[in-house]
């Protein structure tokens, strides 16, 4: 007589299933933590990232997410990027293209290894907090933006233009402006002393002239266009021409009165941050 051939009872079926089901999932995702916490474990040599990226077999998520860590971990500052921001806010779209965010990251690691490694803590020891967004682009053709929000936390919002550094140098001064106001007496009392007599900063960029900006001839005023809309304006956009030093010698030698909105620059940073003090050789000096 035939052996029949003995089945599985459906019950006990889907109970093995279930079994084999998690058990994969259980795998899957350890072997998912394993990378993430290899990652955030990870420290990366923030001033020699281009040898990083000359490696072919680099994985590119993990190497994000360990440059961030590290950022964080050496600066004290936030970096979000992909989904994790919230682009639409800010009418900006979000970066998702995971070379384009490694090369994002590199330059802001770039622009960060220019201050002191605690003037983010120092910020943040007085209540605010410090984030950084990185985003794909805005939809009113802006570069970069920063805020601040009613609970004191300054965001800087960078898009992934080809001026990114320099940009982030002009926020982040916003970043450093919006400290010194809310912590220290007014220290700009000079500041339109050495603007042209009369002058009045305008809100409309539209009307903004290249009158009074320094294109090669001494006794000019402003560093660029854009300096002339706010008070504010002029001090980011000369900041960020002292940080990437594209005119910063020649201001100082043939333009007297941004040569003096330089030097209060300078005054005011070193008046206002102890870890600016303390840091013997400073990129805007």
């Known amino acids: 007589m035939e052996k029949k051939e003995k089945k599985m009872p459906k019950e006990y079926a889907a109970i093995v299933s279930l079994c084999i089901f998690f058990t994969i999932v259980t795998i899957v995702g350890g072997v998912r933590l394993f990378f993430v916490i290899s990652a955030k474990n990870t420290k990366v040599d923030l001033e020699n990232i281009d040898i990083i990226e000359q490696n072919t077999n680099l994985d590119i998520n993990r190497m994000n997410l360990a440059i961030s860590n590290t950022v964080e971990e050496q ?13 639409a806010s800010v009418n900006a779209t979000n970066i998702t293209d995971k070379s384009e965010i490694f090369s994002m990251l590199r330059a802001i690691t770039s622009a960060l290894t220019k201050y002191p490694e605690d003037i983010i803590r120092e910020i943040e020891s007085k209540g605010y907090m410090v984030s950084i967004h990185l985003v794909d682009k805005f939809t009113n053709n802006i570069e ?12 800087i919002y960078i898009s992934n233009s080809i001026e990114i550094e320099r940009a982030f140098h002009h926020e982040f001064y916003h970043i450093l402006d919006y400290y010194i106001k809310l912590e220290t007496a007014e220290r ?3 500041w339109n002393k050495y603007n042209p007599h009369g002058f009045k900063y305008s809100n409309n960029v539209n009307s903004l002239t290249t009158k009074y900006v320094y294109s090669g001839q001494s006794g000019a005023h402003f560093v660029t266009a854009y300096a002339k809309y706010s008070e504010k304006e002029d001090r980011a956009e000369t ?47």
Do not use: C, P, Q
């Open 188 to 190: 700009y009392a000079m």
């Open 239 to 285: 900041f960020a021409e002292m940080m990437t030093a594209n005119k910063m010698e020649t201001f100082f030698n043939e333009g007297e009165h941004i040569k003096s909105k330089m030097n209060l620059i300078i005054k005011v940073l070193n008046s206002s941050f102890e870890s600016v003090r303390k840091k013997e050789t400073l990129a805007w000096e």
């Open 144 to 155: 970069a933006l920063a805020n601040r929000n009613s609970i004191g936390h300054f965001n």
């Open 75 to 87: 600066y004290g500052v936030d970096i979000y990027y992909g989904e994790g921001v919230n682009a």
